[in-house]
């Protein structure tokens, strides 16, 4: 406070009055402009009191304006546009903000960044939690490792304002059910039958470390795969058998906040070298596309199982990108890469964020619910095109990054290829042609298991929409997974699949549980013939894939049963290659017999085929055929088959 312009008398007695305690900051704080000029008139004389108390009201003005903008500069980005009208925001304040006042202006401050209204009571624990965010962030010691405690105390109370803001931000979006029948809010409905039920179906497994995570391991990252598999085990264990407390709603709710808190406090996050790629490296990604919502863990009892896969899943998610993000940053310094150049630092974490599952959709992202709702997993399917492509369809990446892109995918091809042949070595079968449903798989006996994470749809889809060569001729070729049949989509023949049928075949299968009802529903069957019910599709919404699995498994009489349920818990998705049993004869079968008999007699007309069509395409015979005489030898083997089951149980 200035008071160079008093004569020397008033001046040493107001100080002395500061001195001796007559006089206090925290007083002058908490008084009206009237009762300071009182006070300073008391040691300056009423001509001056008016001019000292200006100054000291300027004064306060100042630090108080400062404080507001350390807190603005603090919860927002360069970039960020709010920014600018906050600050300006600010700057229009002419008079010193007294408490009920400065949480009204908090309460403006805070409206902006969130994009909700906040109350004076949420405005001062917002205000709180950052001061003390701010220091227990002062407390963390230099060159402390990722995990300290410390870091951690740090990454709590950061998250407990992270979470507070989106569970403000959640209870605001909220609808009533008397809103939710209003036609306005019918395609928000819509949004969230289609989140519930996509959580629904998804829950129940370990699926990430054999799935969207699995490109990291085929990369050659074996430590942090493992380490991310260790996790999640670990996170599935906690949540079922121990509790959650404090600010914990539930036990899987403690786990991943303190996977978000290792992260918020981990170095590359308080040196800004996440924030420095558009995506944040995927980090700030709380809920995947396989799980929109978390209602499934609020279920009694099995709310606890549901939040167990729930939390492996998200918490492997962001545990693999931390640190798959810190080795990418470590590898680009150490090549003399600035990662806190955003041109640098954004394809890099593009790069991560595919490599986990979540690839970027550019300005499809805008549409996010709507895709929601209708696809299973668009995200997870452009990860896997990126990772195929080697990103070379994406824009901004430098000529190093194509390279260390293509490297990346060539080591992820050769560790399938060495997988595929190890397991042929053994005795298992392998199918290396890239046009048949059976591709990137090891089978034994009917059930094949994925062994590309999920990429090897791309693949055959690719490998059957264009021009091959198949014995001497070209066409758009697929080969059938139960029979082995190649068949050309180019010729035109009635009631054969074309190549856009391949097209819209695959894109089908990959609808979100709701879309594909709709899509039965218009069809008039379901996968394999079933007529669509208000019971079986209500089943298909509601039953996670994994219980489905174990389902269909048992009413088949499946042999390798325990393995199946095995491969489907870890993501490594098990396929059955079985004739189907469609047709009037077959559902007569199952209509006398049983669903047993029928199973079997399935698995026996499959099992015997296998062993002729095995035996028909080892002859030199075979080799002499042009495609249409192999493939009538393939339906007649299978019909005749087809027709001793049928004989064997009178049916006409």
């Known amino acids: 406070m200035a008071i160079t312009c008093l004569i020397k008398t008033n001046k040493e007695a ?16 908490s008084q009206s402009e009237a009762e300071n000029r009182k006070d300073f008139a008391r040691y300056v004389g009423k001509e001056n009191a008016s001019f000292v108390n200006a100054k000291f009201e300027q004064a306060k003005l100042s630090k108080q304006k400062k404080a507001f903008a350390n807190f603005i500069l603090r919860n927002t980005t360069p970039s960020d546009p709010i920014r600018k009208d906050m600050l300006s925001k600010v700057e229009r304040v002419e008079k010193f903000l007294r408490p009920s006042e400065e949480f009204g202006f908090m309460e403006d401050l805070a409206e902006m960044k969130l994009g909700m209204k906040v109350s004076e009571e949420e405005a001062k624990f917002l205000l709180d939690s950052k001061e003390k965010i701010e220091e227990l962030k002062e407390k963390i010691p230099e060159g402390s490792p990722d995990g300290s405690e410390e870091r951690m105390a740090y990454g709590y109370a950061l998250d407990a304002f992270k979470e507070f803001v989106a569970e403000r931000k959640s209870g605001a979006m909220s609808l009533k059910i008397s809103e939710r029948l209003k036609p306005a809010n019918f ?20 699926s990430f470390i054999g799935r969207q995570g699995w490109k990291t391991l085929l990369d050659g990252k074996y430590k942090i795969w493992g380490q991310t598999a260790l996790k999640t085990f670990n996170v599935i264990g906690n949540t079922l058998f121990k509790r959650g407390n404090g600010w914990f709603k539930s036990a899987g709710d403690a786990q991943m906040r303190a996977i978000r808190a290792y992260i918020y406090s981990s170095e590359n996050a308080l040196n800004g070298k996440y924030n420095a790629a558009k995506n944040g490296y995927g980090l700030g990604v709380l809920r995947e596309e396989t799980f929109p919502v978390a209602l499934p863990d609020k279920i009694p009892i099995l709310g606890r199982v549901f939040g167990a896969a729930e939390s492996a899943f998200n918490g492997g998610a962001l545990f693999m990108r931390k640190k798959l993000a810190d080795a990418v940053i470590s590898n680009a310094e150490k090549s003399g890469v600035d990662m806190l150049d955003p041109v640098q630092a954004t394809p890099r974490a593009r790069r991560v964020s595919a490599m986990t599952g979540r690839g970027d959709i550019g300005r499809l992202d805008v549409f996010g619910k709507e895709i929601n709702a209708l696809m299973f997993s668009v995200k997870f399917l452009k990860s896997n095109f990126d990772t195929l492509t080697a990103h070379q369809f994406e824009k901004g990446l430098t000529p190093q990054m194509r390279r260390e892109a293509a490297l990346s995918t060539l080591r992820i091809a050769s560790s399938t290829a060495t997988m595929l042949a190890i397991a042929s070595m053994f005795g298992l079968d392998v199918e290396w042609d890239p046009r048949s ?25 690719g490998a059957r929409i264009v021009p091959t060569y198949h014995n001497g001729e070209w066409g758009f070729w697929t080969k059938s997974g139960s029979t082995g049949k190649y068949t050309n989509t180019y010729t035109r023949e009635y009631g054969k699949d074309m190549a856009l049928d391949t097209i819209e075949n695959f894109f089908e299968g990959k609808l979100s549980p709701f879309a594909g009802m709709i899509r039965d529903i218009w069809k008039g069957e379901k996968f394999g013939g079933e007529k669509p019910t208000i019971v079986n599709s209500t089943i298909g919404l509601i039953t ?13 009489g499946n042999d390798e049963l325990l393995l199946v349920m095995i491969a489907e818990a870890l993501g490594i998705s098990p396929t059955k290659f079985s004739f189907s049993g469609q047709g009037k004869k077959w559902q007569k079968l199952k209509d006398k017999k049983g669903d047993k008999v029928f199973n079997e007699s399935l698995k026996m007309v499959q099992d015997r085929f296998n062993k002729r069509a095995k035996k028909l395409e080892s002859s030199s015979r075979w080799k002499r055929m042009t495609n249409e005489e192999q493939g009538k030898e393939l339906d007649k083997i299978k019909s005749e088959e087809t027709n001793r089951i049928f004989r064997r149980y009178n049916i006409k």
């Open 14 to 29: 107001l100080l002395k009055a500061f001195k001796n305690g007559e006089l206090t900051i925290k007083k002058l704080y």
């Open 187 to 206: 395609a928000r409905n819509i949004y969230d039958i289609a989140g519930i039920t996509k959580s629904l179906v998804a829950t129940l497994d370990n």
């Open 437 to 461: 449903s059976k591709s990137g798989q090891i089978c034994k006996g009917n059930n094949c298991f994925d062994m590309t994470g999920g990429m090897r749809g791309l693949v055959t889809l």
């Open 544 to 556: 996670p894939i994994s219980v489905q699995t174990l389902v269909e498994e048992l009413e088949k």
